[in-house]
C-alpha cells in the first residue's frame, strides 16, 4: 500500500484559492484511480473529486466547476486546485486511491474558510 502525505491547506477567505499538494511515498503509476477526500466536523468523510490514471475526472456536485484535480505519476504527486471557495468547504482534505485497499490515510491538510 502506498502512504499519502497532505499539504497546502490554510485560512482563506471566502472567494479565495488554495492548491492542495499530496506526495505519495510510492509509485502510483499502477493506481489507476484517485480521490481527493474531506471530512468536516460532525461529517463522514466523503468524495469530492477523482482521477482516472487516463485523466478522466469526476468531481461532487458541491465542487463541479470550483475545484480541479491533477495527478503527476512522473513525480508521485497529486493536486487539488480549489477555487471560488465557501465557507461549507471547511474541512480536513486526505488523498488516497479510490480503491481503498491500494492505499494508506495520511494525516490530511486543513483548510477553513472563514472571513
Known amino acids: 500500500q502506498v502512504q499519502f502525505v497532505e499539504s497546502g491547506g490554510g485560512l482563506v477567505q471566502p472567494g479565495g484559492s488554495l492548491t492542495l499538494s499530496c506526495a505519495a511515498s510510492?509509485?502510483?503509476?499502477?493506481?489507476?484511480?484517485m480521490g481527493w477526500y474531506r471530512q468536516a466536523p460532525g461529517k463522514q468523510r466523503e468524495l469530492v473529486a477523482g482521477m482516472l490514471r487516463g485523466g478522466i475526472t469526476n468531481y461532487a456536485d458541491s465542487v463541479k466547476g470550483r475545484f480541479t484535480m491533477s495527478r503527476d505519476n512522473a513525480k508521485n504527486m497529486v493536486y487539488l486546485q480549489m477555487n471560488s471557495l465557501k465557507p461549507e468547504d471547511t474541512a480536513i482534505y486526505f488523498c488516497n486511491a479510490l480503491d481503498l485497499r491500494k492505499g494508506n490515510w495520511g494525516q490530511g491538510t486543513q483548510v477553513t474558510v472563514s472571513s
Open positions: 510510492g509509485s502510483i503509476f499502477s493506481i489507476v484511480g
